[in-house]
Nanobody, 112 residues
Framework: QVQLVESGGGLVQPGGSLRLSCAAS????????MAWYRQAPGKQRELVAV???????NYVDSVKGRFTISRDNAKNTVYLQMNSLKPEDTAVYYC??????WGQGTQVTVSS
């Protein structure tokens, strides 16, 4: 079993930055891919970024050039660096391991 705990959300002004963290514990060696999703009020959950065990990354078009997903294997942690934040980035952000294990989510609010 894999357990995931997200942190780093909060309130930020448009144009600001936040870094989300997702700490994994348990059977981490079985994980192939880690990803971040987000869900805004009244909208479906959306894949934001994914990183494979080999380090390959992919992003939804709306965050390309602004968000960066990375992983620190020594700390069993995946990060989502979010720059140039926009109000439309406001959502609950969820971390997932292999799209089957999920964290509890962390709220990101972009507002002036």
């Amino acid at each position: 079993q894999v357990q995931l705990v997200e942190s780093g959300g909060g309130l930020v002004q448009p144009g600001g930055s936040l870094r989300l963290s997702c700490a994994a514990s348990g059977d981490i060696f079985s994980i192939n891919a880690m990803a971040w999703y987000r869900q805004a009020p009244g909208k479906q959950r959306e894949l934001v970024a994914v990183i494979t065990s080999a380090g390959s990354t992919n992003y939804v078009d709306s965050v390309k050039g602004r968000f960066t997903i990375s992983r620190d294997n020594a700390k069993n942690t995946v990060y989502l660096q979010m720059n140039s934040l926009k109000p439309e980035d406001t959502a609950v952000y969820y971390c997932t391991a292999d799209f089957t294990k999920w964290g509890q989510g962390t709220q990101v609010t972009v507002s002036s």
